[in-house]
Structure formats: C-alpha cells, structure tokens
C-alpha cells in the first residue's frame, strides 16, 4: 500500500496591520478645516457681539491690511531674521561646543550646568535695557538676546545626545577600531543630531522673541518695531497682520528643521514610515 503525504497546512492569511497615523494629505485637510471654521467663527461673531474694529478687526481686514503693507512687512521681517539666524547659529555652536566640554571633561559639569542654570532663569526681558545700554540701538543687542534665549535648550538637548549612549555601543566602536575621531562622527554627533534638530525647533521661536523684545526695547527697524509703531497709532490691523508675518516666518522656520530630519534622518522611529 503506497503512503500517503499529508496535505500541507492552511495558512490562514495575515490581515494587514491598520495605519498607525493618517495621511499627511488627511492631517493638512483637517488642519485647513479647523483653521477655516475658526475663521468663520471669528468673521461673524465678532460684528453679532458688537466688538469694535480697533479691539478686535474682522479677517477680512486683517487680510487686507496685510496686502497693503506686505512690503513694508518684508522688509522689516527680514532684518529680524538676520537678528534671529545669527543668534540661532551662535547659539548652536556655542550650546553643541559646551555641551562636548561637558562630555569628554566632567569635572567641568558641576561648573556649567549650575551657571546656564541660573542665567537661564533670568528674565531676559528685564536686562535687555541693560544690552541696549552696553551695545547701542544696533544689531548686536537683538543678537545678543537671540543668543540668549536660544542657548539653554540646545546646550540641555546637546548635552544628552552626546553623553547619554550606552557604554556598550562606545566600547563596540572602540573594539571594532574606530578612531576616537570616528567615534565621535558616527556614534555620539550622529545620536546627538535628533536632540540638537529638537532643540532647535524650540529654540527657534525663542531666538526670535529675543530679537522682538530686543527691538521692542530700543531700535528703528524690524517686526517688532513695526508692532509697536502700530500700537502707537491703534493701528490693531496692521498688529495682527505682522503677528501673521512672524507666525508664518517661524512655521517656515520650523518647517525646514522638519524637512532636514525627513531627508537625512530616515532612520529615526519618528520618521520611518508605518
């Protein structure tokens, strides 16, 4: 009698596993609803509940007084961003060379750490008079101030991307013959760059709210001083107007932190894709 081969199992076939996360296309489509509805809201509520124009304008002025001075905008924008940008990159530098001094000499830990601390919770608002004093109505005091604002979260974030890796990881590198040169670029700078991409997304706005109060305090140029030339003349329209100029400079900002990740940190968790 000639056996028999048993039939080989079913396989019952695997569901697919459900997304994790929307569409970006779905997220921006809500975001453009819940932007559009607020605006509605504040369009017609606003007259119903009798709001005068000088305490809160409609959108539809808003919108129009931003056509109006769009280029009058641009051009004060764009001195607070060259204030902002080179704080930002000095911030960058100085927080990221700190934060190695830290690392690789720990005795210096217990020297710094407290110090920015103590800075830190310092009111930038109440001694920027005193950088206006000391550098005049120019750029330097805005840069200053963006500077400062702008150092403690990258210092913090630097600081645990370069000392917090496993002592495995570093022994492994070591083992495997990287250089103390290489370790650093391909172990603690490439674990470090998520935090120092994240800090900067914080530090960021920071850096140009220095640059505002910095121009708010003294000088005669920038956004800030074209908000508070409004204020003078109770010109609310035009305020809201420029607030829409910085919000938009900053999501741009913001945004291109993002893409930077997107591009050149696919091997995040954050960033793969489900």
């Known amino acids: 009698m000639a056996s028999q081969v048993p039939d080989p199992p079913v396989q019952a076939p695997i569901a697919a596993a459900p997304s994790v996360r929307p569409s970006n296309l779905t997220a921006s489509l809500r975001s453009l609803g819940a932007l559009a509805t607020f605006l509605l809201v504040w369009q017609f509520a606003v007259p119903w509940l009798g709001i005068p124009d000088y305490v809160l304008p409609l959108p539809t002025v808003i919108a129009h007084r931003f056509a109006e001075t769009f280029t009058l905008q641009l051009h004060h924008l764009a001195i607070t961003a060259v204030t902002t940008l080179a704080g ?37 608002i109440a001694i920027a008079p005193l950088f206006v004093i000391w550098f005049g109505l120019g750029a330097e005091s805005k840069i200053l101030l963006a500077f400062l604002l702008a150092l403690f979260p990258i210092f913090v974030n630097s600081l645990t991307g370069l000392g917090e890796i496993e002592p495995d990881i570093l022994d492994l590198s070591r083992l495997a013959g990287g250089s103390p040169y290489r370790v650093f670029t391909m172990v603690r700078l490439m674990h470090a ?61 913001i945004g291109l932190i993002t893409l930077f990740e997107r591009r050149y940190l696919k091997w995040r968790p954050s960033q793969r894709v489900r």
């Open 88 to 124: 930002l990159a000095i911030a960058l530098v100085v927080g990221v060379l700190l934060a190695l001094l830290v690392v690789y000499v720990a005795a210096l830990k217990s020297v710094i750490m407290p110090f920015l601390a103590a800075f830190n919770s310092i009111p930038k």
């Open 193 to 253: 760059t998520p935090y120092i991409t994240d800090a900067l997304k914080v530090a960021f706005p920071l850096a140009l709210v220095g640059s505002i109060v910095g121009e708010f305090i003294g000088g005669n140029r920038g956004i800030g001083q074209l908000v508070l030339a409004a204020q003078f003349n109770l010109d609310t329209p035009l305020v809201f107007a420029a607030l829409v100029s910085i919000t938009v400079f900053t999501t741009a900002g």
